[in-house]
């Protein structure tokens, strides 16, 4: 926080953010109010030049090379999540998953597109190199389905996703703006990795269909099996997470979520 106090001066009032990457803090002088955070990426530019977080103040180099960042603070609050059904929602990510500068802005930053070939390998290895591929019949199964539907999971065009798409990301200002923050996550990926986890976690099934014309997709049988595809692939992902770190509780109900998902895609 002392970094902080020697870029802003010491008259500011300078609190932590909390967030689980990088160090943000609150800074507040007088009527003046800042979000900072440390090391930011350079692609916080062009999200603020998009309108999709909010506007970015500067931008300043410490001698010891860390970048911070200060963007404007905005009263307001977060999304509630009976209010991820707006269509503001899917307004938003439609912007989001066809902006080519926020493509070509990850590309040149280095990332690079992940498919679903990609996932499978990953998750694979992971899995077996912790020697879980075998836990369950639920994770067989889950495998299983992963591997007959890959060509299926193949078929859409690669876009800037978000990846941690939930109602705690996207901020609701006092005057009616609507911004998605917390990039860390940032992919190249499919795009049904931020709408499938908004359908699933917030929509009612019967509601589905309407959502996705407001994003503009039309919801078919193929849409519902990269869905459950890419849903599958996270749940094994935190499955393995919570493994490696011994949480047997949230272990456990990623298995009882895992075999919920494999029910979805038997359905198909």
Known sequence: ??????????????????????????????????????????FLAVL???????????????????VVTAQKWLEGRELRPAEMQ????ADLLYKIHHSTELLHMLLRLGKKPIT????????EKRLKRNQIDNASIE????????????????????????GDMNHHNILLT????????????????D????????LNSYIPKENWKDWLNQYGIELDNAFLIRMYWYLIVDCLSFFAFHYERNEHDKY???LLLLKELNFQMRLL
């Open 1 to 42: 926080m002392e970094w902080f106090k020697k870029v802003l001066g010491e008259e500011w009032e300078i609190t932590p953010a909390g967030g689980l990457t990088g160090e943000a803090y609150f800074a507040k002088k007088d009527t003046k109010q800042l979000f900072l955070k440390r090391n930011s990426s350079p």
């Open 48 to 66: 603020s030049a998009e309108g999709i977080v909010p506007k970015l103040v500067w931008t300043k180099r410490l001698n010891n090379g860390d």
């Open 86 to 89: 707006h269509q503001r929602v």
């Open 116 to 123: 679903a070939d990609d996932y499978i390998v990953s998750i």
């Open 139 to 162: 994770v067989k199964d889950a495998l299983t389905y992963l591997n007959n539907y890959l060509p299926v999971a193949r078929q859409e065009n690669l876009t800037v996703c978000h």
């Open 174 to 189: 006092d005057d009616g703006q609507l911004y998605l923050i917390d990039w860390d996550n940032a992919m190249i990926a």
């Open 191 to 198: 795009p049904i990795l931020d709408y499938g986890k908004v």
């Open 252 to 254: 456990e109900e990623r």
